[in-house]
């Protein structure tokens, strides 16, 4: 990655440090410039959130870890932003889950999808699924093409920084999908399996370090773990936090 | 504007089309990257409010046409995404008020003033007017250069997409401020004399629509809904508003 402009006295250093990150992943051509509207989208509510890992993520980061580990065939989604925010920690995931990577991205572009494929070989990722003759009819954009040895053949899908329209399309398909996204209201967060609602560059780490940990915990804990969850809860709390958040601000 | 991707049975579909239109703007020199970021933090808000335009941004769009109408010499500032986003819509409110033009842009480029110039003077504005000599020392960035034909004679001007310094060193010129904002905490939002809480892309036709109709009432009935207008309780309604949908959310 280039270098980045920004002061580490900047009072929003870390806001602004992510900004730039993801301008110079357009410059790699990683990143799509519609990619840096989501983000800022994403940015509004992580400061409404407090941009810090509350507890309703947590609740969702400890289940997806045990609901990761339980997966028979676990793929793990990449897109522009997810590539350019926290690729070394997703390999890092990966390994530790034996979980496939599989490039998805919503504006098609095959030289994109090059770039990202060589970003992640260049980082240390073994394998990365693309596309093939796989298609999802029911989503509208190019998501709809899957890897027929990826997201068709998984039980479980973690889809960070995501549109509405794959999550309900794989929830359909009888599959289990695991989200991040910031926007506790995007139809991703209320229709998906397990919702996290925090920064990726703050619950990927989170959810790394959980999987360690439970991976020695026996089955039956992990199972009751995933059985206990509800996800409305967690949406409601988020929403909640935001509200007395807004009210804070407003009595200010 | 180039070929906007997205189709148009996509469920985001309107939000999507921005998103493009914008990334488009970037790729002809009317927008800059941070822009598309600002866009994004707009999206956020918008979502909070339920993307409509709402009771209290009606109340500030009737204000505000009545405020137009009898301003002396109206001013309405250009911004990148404003360039983008409303160019014809824009155009068109200044032929009926006989509004001057200005562009004012945040981040300094000789260059992308002088293509939104040729992109406005492309769509039928008459005159544009670029920053000249005047300054306003108060502001801190590239917006303090103003033009002298603009700004400077101006008694109300419109200041959409902005943010909060020329606000506040305008008011403190004696000028009234008219913006549209999302954010209904930000300095911009909280110091204009009219906030109108909407995405600019609702709220510039229904400007359009109500100062045509408002142009055939009498200038007494006009200056009683100016006098009678207070912009702190619109403010209050948009967040109540926020507040009670996400009440309504949580409680789903």
Known sequence: MAKIAVSRSHPRYLSLFYRDMLANGVKKGLTSLQGLTAHGRGEAFDYLIGEKTCQFAL???KTASAMLILAKYPVLSINGNTSVLIPKEYIQLAKLLDAKLEINLFHK???????ILNYFKHLGAKEVFLADTVQITTIKSNRRKISSKGQAKA???LIPLEDG????ALISLGKKVITIDLNPLSRTAQKATITIIDNIVRAIPILVETIRIFQHYPRKQLLEMVQKYDNSTVISQALAHIDSRLNLLISK
Do not use: L
């Open 59 to 61: 609740s969702a980061i």
């Open 165 to 168: 329209d794959r999550t309900q």
């Open 109 to 115: 572009s095959s030289v994109r999808e090059q770039k």
């Open 155 to 157: 039980d479980v899908i």
